[in-house]
């Protein structure tokens, strides 16, 4: 079973602020990206991994593997418009051929296990898709434009939903393919799995996999 992940690192991160994206902003000295790759290099079933990131950033990219010696990062590539035109250019490099597994984590997110990256590459065999998720501890209400109460929902049907994202290699490609041609767009890769038909299954996801946004998330 080979399996690619695909790290989307090409945002501007505007709810982030800062002089710089938030995934090339410093955790302990080193750039978030950079802590988010050395985890997969960690991970053994993982062979390839495909960064998307603004042109703009390449060389500094280029710089910083070197620098930390990480070797499984195969290609760069830029990134697109929306995050799932990053994804979506990184499908296309990566090809059908080779990998079986597809796994999708945002840059921003370095602190997830390598007990859970392994999990779902394993669980996406069985599934064809799998999804790390949390169970909203706050009561949802969604709400109008005007920040008025429309109704409240059932929280014990919601799950908030995590990265890395777990695919067979025929899942997503098939996903993607129609989601690009019938222009559907969605925040995260599973709902273009859902769009086509394919059954997504929900794991566990974990507290400490924070998906780094504002600056108040890097202090923390
Ligand atoms: O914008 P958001 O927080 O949803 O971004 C999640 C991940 O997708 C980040 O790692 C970001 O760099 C990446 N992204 C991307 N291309 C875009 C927008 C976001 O690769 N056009």
Known sequence: ?????????AGIGTRFGGSMPKQFSEYESIPILIHTLKLFERI???TSVIVAITPSWEDYTNEMISIHGL???NKIIAGGMERQDSVFNALITLGTNVYDIILIHDA????VSPELVRKIILLSNEFGAVIPA????ET?????????????????VLCAVQTPQGFKKGIIFSAYKKAMEENFYATDDAALVEFAGFPVKVIDGEETNIKITTQFDIQF
């Open 1 to 9: 079973m080979k399996c690619a992940a695909i790290i989307p690192a």
């Open 44 to 46: 053994n079933e993982v």
């Open 71 to 73: 070797n499984k990062v």
């Open 108 to 111: 921003v997110r370095p602190f």
């Open 134 to 137: 949390l169970k909203p501890k």
């Open 140 to 156: 949802i209400k969604q709400i109008d434009e005007n920040g008025m109460v429309q109704k409240t929902l059932d929280r014990s």
